[in-house]
């Protein structure tokens, strides 16, 4: 559990609205979407790992 | 720590700049129309006012410009001293061609440009002036048209520049 | 000296004819007198009355047909390098039919009239050149010097009547270069002379330095319209003599007239075969009675340059026939 994870995750999400904003306001939208989506799939790769930890620590606890 | 710093500035700028350098095909354009806009306006003065032969006109117009126009123009006009050319148009061309490879010109400007040539010198006065006033037109249209692409693309370039480098940074960080 | 002159005219030709014209034999090119470039037909050079067609690689031939003819985009470079790419600064000689080109040759041109208000105003789809070369003869006013110089060091007011191409401009240019420099040998001392070169064909101007001699004491207005020249000359160079070609319309008469009643001398031209052509035109009517002193009447009948009459004041002649001309 990383203080220093969250940050980033927090900068990848306002850097990603900034470009979304400035990338519907030059009206290329579909590009927009697509960086949104990126970003997405970027911040879920970063966190992946603890998803899959999470699940297991669930899942081991509901087995106990 | 300090590596991390000294890493994060340079791909910020690294890629802060290549965004500026895509910008600037768009924020650039227009300046370059305008410069070229008052060369000919120089141009027209010579030949309407001065009834300048074209070889001096050129000389005296590449003297009062600077960077690749100044070349533009001091080259055609040698050519055409130097008497190894016998066609305007060819030579406008050769020297128009060359121009847009060092301006941020855009090839629908380029084929406005080359096609003054073909009527540049070759009619009277009075035939000359009309032709002067349709191709500030022409450019008014393109200078407008690269405007609009500016303030389409210039900060949006700019912006995409930065903050990808800030993602890249924050990823490898 | 004139072996150069057919190479500046050839420098205003396109580079494929200019390289065609200069494969013939240099004896025969450097008497060349005209080049003629018609569209679509073969080119045609004349030099000593005769006239050669070549072919693409500058033989001479006999039959038009295996000529080059020229092409449109030839008649148009050429009309490109004779304005120097800009057509507009040589309006007003288009529009009297010639342009002349640096070293004072005559290039005449042909095309479609274009009209306003009834009056041309410049010529379009321009398919007929002449090239004329121009060549300063010197010593071609020595027949004709002793008839216009006055015992008082001073000279007659002298009118020369020629038809076109006898060397009448070549015969002026000369008597402007003596006059101006003086003839020890006649004891004559130089005058001031004020030429007014309208189509800078006399002194050939370039940059405004003339090409041709006109001697030590003459000024030179260069493209300046006669009338007008004329009267610039005597109120601001102090001329003794003006020189001028080709008078013939009313205002050059009066300035003409004004000049003599001003104390200076004239020496100029005007196209005729005899003294008739200039008695009958009315344009000139009041230089007809006792203003000219000599009048010089030439023609071609021996090759250029032949003169055939010098007249006084009362139109008797002086001297009759034909003397042992240099060849121009």
Not at chain 2, 55 to 79: R, T
């Amino acid at each position: 559990m990383d203080v220093n994870l969250i940050f980033k995750i927090a900068a990848i999400g306002i850097i990603v609205a900034i470009l979304n904003r400035v990338l519907t306001q030059s009206g290329r939208d579909e590009i927009a979407m697509m960086t949104t989506l990126a970003g997405t799939v970027v911040v879920l790769l970063m966190i992946i790992g603890m998803i899959s930890k999470l699940f297991d620590t669930v899942r081991t606890m509901f087995q106990l | 720590m300090i590596l991390k710093v000294i890493g994060g500035i340079m791909i910020l700028s690294a890629c802060g700049v290549l965004g500026i350098a895509a910008a600037n095909k768009y924020s650039l354009r227009p300046k370059d129309i305008r410069r070229f806009r008052a060369s000919i306006q120089m141009l027209e003065t010579e030949i309407i006012y001065g009834c300048t032969p074209l070889p001096h006109a050129f000389n005296n117009i590449s003297a009062k410009v600077e960077g690749p126009l100044k070349n533009f123009y001091s080259m055609i006009s040698d050519e055409l001293n130097g008497g190894c050319s016998y066609n305007l148009d060819t030579t406008w061309s050769k020297g128009v061609n060359k121009l847009v490879g060092e301006t941020f010109l855009k090839s629908a400007d380029k084929d406005l440009i080359a096609g003054f040539g073909k009527v540049l010198g070759s009619s009277d006065r009075e035939d000359q002036k009309k032709h002067f006033e349709l191709f500030y037109i022409q450019l008014k249209q393109h200078e407008e048209a690269a405007e609009e692409e500016r303030h389409k693309n210039e900060k949006m370039y700019k912006t995409l520049g930065f903050l990808s480098g800030l993602v890249i940074f924050i990823l490898l960080v | 000296m004139n072996h150069y002159k057919i190479h500046e005219v050839l420098k205003y030709m396109p580079k494929e004819i200019k390289g065609m014209i200069e494969k013939m034999q240099p004896l025969l090119l450097e008497s060349m007198e005209e080049v003629r470039l018609r569209q679509n037909k073969p080119i045609i050079l004349y030099g000593g009355g005769r006239e050669y067609i070549i072919d693409k690689n500058g033989q001479l031939v006999f039959d038009p047909r295996n000529a080059y003819a020229c092409t449109l985009e030839d008649i148009k470079n050429a009309v490109s390098l004779i304005t120097n790419f800009s057509l507009y600064s040589f309006e007003d000689d288009i529009r009297n039919g010639f342009v002349t080109i640096e070293g004072g040759h005559r290039v005449g041109i042909c095309g479609k009239a274009v009209l306003e208000n009834g009056r041309i105003r410049t010529f379009r789809d321009i398919s007929f050149i002449n090239y004329r070369v121009a060549r300063q003869v010197l010593g071609a006013a020595d027949k004709v010097l002793n008839h216009i110089i006055k015992i008082d060091n001073s000279i007659y007011n002298t009118l020369i009547i020629s038809p076109p191409q006898c060397g009448k401009t070549t015969i002026l240019r000369d008597i402007v270069r003596q006059i101006s420099g003086g003839i020890p040998s006649m004891g004559f001392k130089g005058k001031k002379v004020g030429l007014i070169d309208e189509r800078n064909e006399i002194a050939a101007c370039s940059m405004g330095l003339p090409k041709n001699d006109v001697g030590i004491r003459t000024d030179v207005l260069d493209g300046c319209p006669k009338a007008e020249g004329i009267l610039i000359m005597i109120r601001s160079m102090s001329p003794e003599v003006i020189a001028t070609d080709e008078i013939g319309r009313n205002d050059d008469a009066g300035a003409v007239l004004d000049a003599i009643n001003a104390g200076v001398k004239i020496i100029t031209t005007i196209h005729g075969s005899d003294i008739e052509d200039f008695l009958r035109k009315p344009a000139l009517e009041k230089l007809h009675k006792n203003l000219f002193e000599r009048y010089i009447i030439m023609s071609r009948r021996q090759g250029v340059g032949t003169l055939e009459a010098v007249l006084d004041i009362n139109y008797k002649v002086l001297k009759n026939g034909l003397t042992k001309e240099r060849n121009l």
